[in-house]
């Protein structure tokens, strides 16, 4: 108002109110008054009734130099499970890329206690996946940075991401859209604060998300110790097949390569089993929650299934109440968990996500998976699996008769003989909310 005062005042500096200069000077007051307050909508709040959704979609806001260095996107510790950090990670990535900045190197929570804060025991990017190595892999679609090259002059604008019912999908986009103009598209650094932000809103199709899982190669350390426990499993293999002794060289060569075996992420630990039956209730299905027994039955009437084999079973040891898991098997399956194999002094050294991780590896490389189709473990490896039969030339693997390797399929679903339904991912799919939050839709 004082500015305003001094037009309709002053003789000699500025002209009177009515002249063209003052009345250009007021429109432009209002103009960025107005402005102020939009942006205050979309960063602190929207009006309950904007609830329309928006359609998810690929967006492509990279230069033709491909993403920008010298702008960037941080965001908070990422929280929870190996996949579901994998799934936030994603997210995060595709949010810096539709604002085409780099994303500073985030860190991971090497522990699974998501809710006391201070026992999240923060583990950095680059001690699990290959930082040089994911930007090799994603060059031109999406970019990490370290936090040094940040030249810090410019400053960081904080973004609030909402969370809860009323913080729509729509809502989360136009804010995003707002990030990428100016004056926000001005800071160096944009800062994404909120409650695990990148745990719930998402916006782009399975192919993108696909596109950033395969850039995650393991650092050597954890990839060495992966390696070790496929070839205790695959020399467990030899042995029940009966194949002489053979030297060294054999042992790490192709004759090892060439046993196989399965793999069975097997969900009946007690924390498990405590979540499924609530979503059962909630849901009102009844294909989520599968006993030992089902499991055991079900990946025994695997059709075709070669035997003798070995199974591999990746459970949870620590959160498991049933000591009984490697009884009650088909005859021609031989179960092996991680003391049985001789592999438990490999995992006690790691804390829950490096152990998370070694297990993956081990199921994502077996002959056949078989997994629950509501656990975000399983659904990844699916994912991954999916695109390794695509690249092969396989378009589906869904019928019975179908003989490709990596197969994988749902125990918690039944299939054909009493044994678990063939999945696949639809990498066609808009969206990964169906791997993100679990489902039944296995594309099979």
Not at 94 to 122: C, G, H, V, W
Not at 220 to 243: M, P
Not at 403 to 414: E, F, G, H, K, T
Request: hydrophobic share 40%; proline share 4%; glycine share 6%.
């Amino acid at each position: 108002m004082g500015l305003l005062s001094n037009c309709k005042s002053s003789k000699v500096l500025v002209p009177p109110l009515s002249s063209i200069a003052c009345k250009c000077f007021a429109l432009v007051i209002i103009v960025l008054v107005l402005r102020a307050a939009f942006i205050s909508t979309v960063y602190g709040g929207f009006q309950p009734n904007q609830i329309a959704m928006s359609p998810n979609f690929s967006l492509s806001y990279t230069s033709e130099y491909g993403i920008r260095k010298d702008k960037f996107v941080e965001v908070p510790q990422i929280v929870w499970g190996l996949n579901n950090q994998k799934i936030a990670f994603a997210r995060a990535c595709l949010t810096a890329r539709m604002l085409n900045r780099t994303l500073l190197m985030p860190r991971l929570s090497a522990s699974l206690f998501y809710k006391e804060i201070d026992l999240l025991q923060p583990i950095s990017f680059d001690k699990v996946f290959q930082f040089e190595r994911f930007n090799s892999l994603c060059d031109g679609f999406v970019r990490l940075g370290y936090y040094s090259d940040v030249s810090n002059q410019t400053g960081a604008f904080e973004v609030q991401k909402g969370s809860g019912r009323r913080w729509t999908i729509q809502r989360d986009m136009d804010q995003l859209r707002q990030s990428s103009q100016d004056p926000i598209d001005r800071y160096e650094v944009i800062r994404i604060t909120g409650k695990n932000p990148f745990l719930w809103h998402d916006h782009w199709p399975v192919k993108d998300y696909a596109r950033i899982f395969e850039c995650l190669v393991l650092v050597h350390e954890i990839a060495r110790q992966a390696d070790k426990v496929i070839n205790k499993i695959r020399e467990a293999g030899r042995e029940v097949k009966g194949k002489a002794e053979a030297s060294r060289h054999d042992l790490e060569g192709h004759q090892l390569q060439s046993v196989s075996y399965v793999a069975v992420h097997m969900r009946i630990e007690k924390d498990w089993m405590i979540h499924c039956k609530k979503l059962e209730q909630r849901l009102n299905v009844n294909q989520i929650c599968s006993s030992k027994a089902e499991i055991t039955e079900r990946v025994g009437n695997i059709l075709g299934l070669k035997t003798p084999t070995v199974v591999y079973l990746a459970v949870a040891d620590v959160l498991l109440e049933d000591s009984s898991i490697v009884s009650g098997w088909k005859e021609g399956l031989l179960p092996f968990e991680k003391k049985k194999l001789g592999v438990d002094g490999i995992y006690k050294k790691y804390p829950y996500l490096i152990k998370s991780a070694i297990d993956y590896e081990v199921c994502l490389r077996a002959d056949v998976f078989v997994g629950n189709s509501y656990s975000t473990f399983s659904s990844l490896i699916v994912l991954e699996r999916t695109q390794k039969m695509l690249r092969m030339g396989v378009g589906n693997s869904c019928g019975s008769g179908t003989d490709v390797r990596w197969p994988s399929y749902a125990y918690n679903i039944p299939g054909e003989s009493k044994g678990p339904q063939r999945w696949m991912t639809n990498m066609d799919d808009s969206s990964l909310q169906a791997i993100s939050f679990g489902s039944n839709l296995i594309s099979c």
